[in-house]
C-alpha cells in the first residue's frame, strides 16, 4: 500500500517540476537568452571559442571548443548553447552538429532542424566542451558560431561571437571581435526616503491589502497594494513582508495562468523591479522590453517596497502586457528568491474578490487568500472522514453484538445508526469532491489530494486499508495552500482526532474481547 501511494505522488508530483539545469532550451534557441530574472554580464567573456578550421567544403566536418581563458581565476562554466550562424544573415541557424562528449552535451533542434544546436546536459561545473559542426549542402559562403554560456543563474554571456568560416575560395568577410560588449536595457532606480501609507486609499488611489486595513507605513505584517492613474500612466505601490520577493499580478480569472505579473527581487542590498508574464504554472517569463518608469524601492525591517509607473497602452510588440484601462482580479504574492531566481511563493496568493477598474474611480478593495468554494471542500472532507464516518464503522463493529434484538422502523439500532452515518459520510464527500472542480473549472493536475480521495473510494471494503489513505490524504489536503490553515495547529488537531480515534478503537477491541469491562 505504502509503495502504491508513492508511486503514485511520484507520477504527480514528476508533472509540476520544472527543471532549469537539463539543457532542454529549445525556447531560447532565437536569441540565445536563459530565461533568468537578470541581465547579461558585460563583461569581458572569459572564454575561448576555437574552430580547426578556417575554410571548409559542402560536407566538411568542423571541430569546435569552447573553454575557459587561462588567465581566468574562477575556472569553469555550467551551462551552454552553441549555434553556428550564417554570416550574412545572423537570424539563419546553418549545418547540424555531432557529439563528442554525450556526457555533458546532447542535440537541440532549433528552427525546425535537427540537431542544429548544442546544449549542456547537467549544472555541472565544466572547463572545455568539443563538438563538430557538419557543412550542409547549400551552406552559405561562411558561418560564424554564437555561443551562450552561464556560470550561475546571474552570471551569463550572450551570443558570444565566435569564429567566422568561409568556403573555399569565397572571400572572407571581417572578422567580429570576439568578446564584444553585450548591451542589456537598464532603468535608473531611485531609493524611497519613506515608507507607502494607507492614507487616500478609496480616494485617491484604489487599495487591496492583506490584513483588511492595515497601513503599511506602521505594520510591518502588511501586504500592500496602491495603484491611481496620471495621465496616461498607472502608478504602482506594492509593499509586504518576504525573504526575496513581493509581486502582484493582473489576471482575466481566479488562477495562475495568462498573466500580468510584476515582481520587486530583493537582491542583498537592492531591489530589481521587473515585468514578467505567467503562461500556467511556471516560472513567470521575465520581459526583455523596458516597459517601466520612475523605478524606486525601499527595504526596511524584513519589508520590500517598490513603486513604478507604466504606460496604459503599449507598442504592439510588448507581447503579453495588458492594457490597463480594463478591469482584471488583482493577486498578490511572495516568496523567497535565491540568486535573483523567484521560488513558489510561500504561501496562498491575495486574490480581490472582484475584478477591479486600474484606471477607474479609487476603490479600498477587499480579497482572500483563502476562496470559500476550498474552505467548504476542506471543511466537509474534514467531518465526513474525522467524525460521522469514524462513528459509523465503531457503530457496525462494537454495537452490532450489544444492541441485537433493539429495532427501529424495523432495522436494528445499530444498523439504521450505522447507515445514517455512512449516507451523511458519502453525501459531504461526494459535495466535497465536486467543490475544487468548481472551483477550477475542470480537472487540475496539480491536486494530489483529490486524486488520493480515488484510492479511498477503492479499497473502502477493506477497514485498514481505507483508514490508511484517509489519513495519507487528509494530511496531504490540510497543506494546500489555498485552505490556508495555520501551522502547526492544524497538523497537531488532525493527529489528536487520529490518535483518538486508534485509542478508542483499540479500547473497544479490547472490552469486546472480554478483556476489559466496561460499565459493569
Wanted: net charge neutral; hydrophobic share 40%; glycine share 8%.
Amino acid at each position: 500500500m505504502n509503495m502504491r501511494i508513492a508511486l503514485l505522488l511520484l507520477s504527480v508530483c514528476s508533472e509540476t517540476v520544472f527543471c532549469f539545469s537539463h539543457g532542454k532550451v529549445e525556447v531560447a534557441c532565437g536569441d540565445m537568452t536563459p530565461q533568468h530574472d537578470s541581465d547579461p554580464s558585460t563583461k569581458h567573456p572569459p572564454f575561448n571559442i576555437i574552430a580547426d578550421k578556417s575554410q571548409f567544403s559542402p560536407g566538411d566536418e568542423i571541430k569546435v571548443t569552447l573553454s575557459m581563458a587561462s588567465s581566468e581565476g574562477k575556472h569553469y562554466f555550467k551551462g551552454f548553447l552553441i549555434e553556428a550562424r550564417n554570416a550574412g544573415d545572423l537570424n539563419e541557424i546553418v549545418g547540424s552538429f555531432k557529439l563528442i562528449s554525450p556526457d555533458i552535451s546532447q542535440l537541440l533542434k532549433c528552427d525546425n532542424k535537427e540537431g542544429s544546436a548544442v546544449s549542456h546536459t547537467s549544472d555541472s561545473h565544466k572547463t572545455e566542451v568539443q563538438v563538430i559542426w557538419v557543412a550542409p549542402s547549400d551552406s552559405p559562403s561562411s558561418f560564424t558560431f554564437r555561443v551562450t554560456v552561464a556560470r550561475g543563474y546571474k552570471e551569463f554571456w550572450v551570443k558570444i561571437p565566435g569564429p567566422v568560416v568561409s568556403q573555399n575560395g569565397a572571400a572572407p568577410p571581417p572578422q567580429t571581435t570576439f568578446g564584444g560588449s553585450i548591451g542589456a536595457q537598464t532603468t535608473t532606480s531611485t531609493i524611497l526616503s519613506h515608507s507607502f501609507t494607507s492614507e487616500g486609499c478609496g480616494g485617491r488611489k484604489s487599495c487591496l491589502r492583506d490584513p483588511e486595513g492595515c497601513d503599511p507605513q506602521n505594520d510591518t505584517t502588511c501586504h500592500f497594494l496602491s495603484f491611481s492613474a496620471l495621465g496616461s500612466n498607472v502608478m504602482f505601490e506594492l509593499s509586504g513582508p518576504a525573504e526575496g520577493y513581493v509581486s502582484f499580478a493582473l489576471s482575466q480569472d481566479k488562477w495562475m495562468g495568462n498573466d500580468d505579473v510584476y515582481l520587486c527581487i530583493r537582491d542583498t542590498d537592492r531591489v530589481d523591479i521587473k515585468a514578467a508574464y505567467v503562461s500556467g504554472r511556471t516560472h513567470p517569463i521575465i520581459s526583455s522590453q523596458n516597459i517601466l518608469k520612475g523605478i524606486a524601492w525601499r527595504l526596511s525591517d524584513g519589508v520590500i517596497q517598490c513603486s513604478f509607473r507604466r504606460d496604459i497602452h503599449l507598442p504592439p510588440e510588448n507581447l503579453n502586457r495588458f492594457d490597463l484601462d480594463q478591469m482584471y482580479y488583482l493577486f498578490m504574492a511572495h516568496g523567497r528568491a535565491e540568486d535573483g531566481r523567484t521560488h513558489r511563493h510561500d504561501h496562498q496568493p491575495i486574490i480581490s474578490t472582484y475584478r477591479a477598474a486600474i484606471t477607474g474611480p479609487p476603490e479600498d478593495l477587499t480579497g482572500s487568500r483563502s476562496p470559500l468554494l476550498i474552505k467548504y471542500h476542506g471543511a466537509f472532507m474534514l467531518i465526513a472522514w474525522t467524525s460521522t464516518v469514524s462513528a459509523g464503522v465503531i457503530m457496525a463493529r462494537y454495537f452490532k453484538p450489544d444492541w441485537p434484538e433493539r429495532n427501529i422502523l424495523g432495522q436494528k439500532v445499530w444498523f439504521q445508526l450505522h447507515r445514517m452515518l455512512m449516507t451523511i459520510t458519502v453525501l459531504l464527500t461526494l459535495v466535497g469532491f465536486v467543490l475544487p472542480f468548481m472551483y477550477r473549472g475542470g480537472w487540475s493536475k496539480f491536486r494530489v489530494p483529490e486524486i488520493l480521495a480515488v484510492c479511498v473510494f477503492k479499497h473502502c471494503h477493506n477497514q485498514a486499508v481505507c483508514f490508511h489513505d484517509l489519513v495519507v490524504t487528509i494530511f496531504l489536503g490540510i497543506h494546500q495552500q489555498a485552505l490556508s490553515l495555520p501551522a502547526p495547529w492544524s497538523t497537531g488537531v488532525l493527529a489528536f482526532l487520529v490518535v483518538w480515534f486508534v485509542l478508542a478503537d483499540l479500547v473497544l477491541e479490547v472490552h469486546r474481547r472480554g478483556f476489559l469491562p466496561i460499565g459493569q
